[in-house]
């Protein structure tokens, strides 16, 4: 080795780029944490949802308050109890938001949990991954079976 020359040194395995498997892992962490987040959102919005049509609200009047929630009980025509949320044209909009973050919420859940385990998969073809040492595939689906033949 001369002075002009590099030494060369193992590979850092801290520094060294991530593998595609490792990629794959990380992406689907990422993608189960926004699947935990859309699932929480959906929950606020369904409990928000269920708030404006089931709670009593309006000023006190003895010892509830004035206007019963549109699901629970009659309508009451007084105009204390025109609260712009709690109309049913609001309420529909409410109700197609909760319909859509459910849906985004169910795809990324479902999404999240195909990539992990395809993240965890060995794949055949590929060295080191679910084959015997002489080449062939180790998963006992793919081993020939022995036919027993009947005695005659």
């Known amino acids: 080795m001369t ?9 850092d395995p801290v520094n060294a780029a991530p593998t595609q498997a490792e990629q794959e892992r990380q992406q689907a962490r990422r993608l189960g944490a926004w ?6 959102l ?3 919005i369904w409990g928000w949802f269920a708030f404006l049509t089931l709670a009593d609200y309006g000023p006190e009047s003895g010892d509830r308050p004035m206007c019963r929630g549109l699901l629970v009980g009659p309508l009451s025509e007084d105009i204390l109890c ?12 409410i109700l197609a ?5 459910t849906a985004s919420a169910a795809a990324t859940t479902v999404y999240a949990k195909v990539l992990s385990r395809l993240a965890r998969r060995d794949w055949p073809g590929v060295p080191g991954a679910g084959l015997t040492a002489d080449g062939r595939c180790s998963h006992p689906r793919d081993r020939p079976t022995e036919r027993l033949s009947r005695p005659r």
């Open 3 to 11: 002075a002009d020359a590099p030494a060369r040194r193992p590979p």
């Open 97 to 101: 938001l909760a319909v859509m973050v």
């Open 42 to 44: 959906t929950l606020v």
């Open 35 to 40: 699947s935990i987040a859309w699932t929480l």
């Open 82 to 93: 025109r609260d712009p949320l709690r109309q049913w044209p609001a309420l529909l909009g």
